[in-house]
T-cell receptor, first 116, second 114 residues
Framework: AQTVTQSQPEMSVQEAETVTLSCTYD???????LFWYKQPPSRQMILVIR??????QNATENRFSVNFQKAAKSFSLKISDSQLGDTAMYFC?????????????FGTGTRLKVLA | EPEVTQTPSHQVTQMGQEVILRCVPI?????FYWYRQILGQKVEFLVS????????KSEIFDDQFSVERPDGSNFTLKIRSTKLEDSAMYFC????????????FGPGTRLTVL
């Protein structure tokens, strides 16, 4: 069974600074996808970034980038130039690439607070 | 931009009552999902639905739960006899065939069972 672990329950960062959120996962699959979702106080789930396991290049989306280490089964999220609006819960998620199975497996989340 | 909608935003019910949570997925999406998040915990998969049948369900999704797509737009989750532990945020999500691994979430329904 796949598992996703986020070992940092809470983190804080000063506005405009950079922060890295950690995520590790366990799977025997070779084809899968990894995601970071943001959940602000409204509790809406918002996709931040996605990575296909077969791609060696790390995904980036504006101020958000990942460090995907497939051999180490690590998938960290880096937020550059942190903004107050980045304050939220961040969930790492795994999805198998096998046809017919399209569920997310989420980690327990990291609560990020951006300080003014 | 199209989005998934859910109603109601908050539902309060008495233990033992039936509730129906409603979702309107994005119109060209074909895959539908329900997830649950107990307060302070992680989001957990409940069920996926495609071609008018359940594709996969978790161990949480027992006989008290059912899903239905009663018409071309709605996707519902029914809990037959609610328990206190069913209190949670319920998220609906949908995805399209061409990008099945990217699910779009609705804003959630907060269910409170008293």
């Amino acid at each position: 069974a796949q598992t996703v672990t986020q070992s940092q329950p809470e983190m804080s960062v000063q506005e405009a600074e950079t922060v890295t959120l950690s995520c590790t996962y366990d799977t025997s699959e070779n084809n899968y996808y990894l995601f970071w979702y943001k959940q602000p106080p409204s509790r809406q789930m918002i996709l931040v970034i996605r990575q296909e396991a077969y791609k060696q290049q790390n995904a980036t989306e504006n101020r958000f980038s990942v460090n995907f280490q497939k051999a180490a089964k690590s998938f960290s999220l880096k937020i550059s130039d942190s903004q107050l609006g980045d304050t939220a819960m961040y969930f790492c998620a795994f999805m198998r690439g096998t046809s017919g199975t399209y569920k997310y497996i989420f980690g327990t989340g990291t609560r990020l607070k951006v300080l003014a | 931009e199209p989005e998934v909608t859910q109603t109601p935003s908050h539902q309060v019910t008495q233990m033992g009552q039936e509730v129906i949570l409603r979702c309107v997925p994005i119109s060209n999406h074909l895959y539908f999902y329900w997830y649950r998040q107990i307060l302070g915990q992680k989001v957990e998969f409940l069920v996926s639905f495609y071609n008018n049948e359940i594709s996969e369900k978790s161990e949480i999704f027992d006989d008290q739960f059912s899903v239905e797509r009663p018409d071309g737009s709605n996707f519902t989750l029914k809990i037959r006899s609610t328990k206190l532990e069913d209190s949670a945020m319920y998220f609906c999500a949908s995805s399209r065939r061409e990008a099945i691994n990217e699910q779009f979430f609705g804003p959630g329904t907060r269910l409170t069972v008293l």
